[in-house]
């Protein structure tokens, strides 16, 4: 077994992206992006609103797509 085999088993094992729909406010997709990143849900809401606007709206198509491709 290499070094590197060896490291992979020794860490943690690493977080899946889960929606948390029951704090969440639609589908929720910012609750779950916050618990997996452990930040604030009113962060990750900000920044969808401004990267929205900022974007022209193409982030509302990644928010849907990542809402319906989840869980």
């Given at each position: 077994?290499?070094?590197?085999?060896?490291?992979?088993?020794?860490?943690?094992?690493?977080?899946?992206?889960?929606?948390?729909k029951?704090?969440?406010?639609?589908?929720?997709?910012?609750?779950?992006?916050a618990?997996?990143?452990?930040?604030?849900?009113?962060?990750?809401?900000?920044?969808?609103?401004?990267?929205?606007?900022?974007?022209?709206?193409?982030?509302?198509?990644?928010?849907?797509?990542?809402?319906?491709?989840?869980?």
């Amino acid at each position: 077994m290499s070094s590197l085999d060896r490291s992979r088993t020794d860490s943690a094992p690493a977080r899946s992206f889960r929606l948390n729909k029951t704090n969440g406010k639609f589908m929720g997709v910012s609750a779950g992006i916050a618990d997996h990143f452990d930040v604030d849900v009113t962060l990750v809401r900000l920044g969808w609103v401004v990267g929205t606007i900022l974007g022209f709206g193409s982030l509302v198509l990644i928010y849907l797509a990542i809402g319906l491709i989840a869980d």
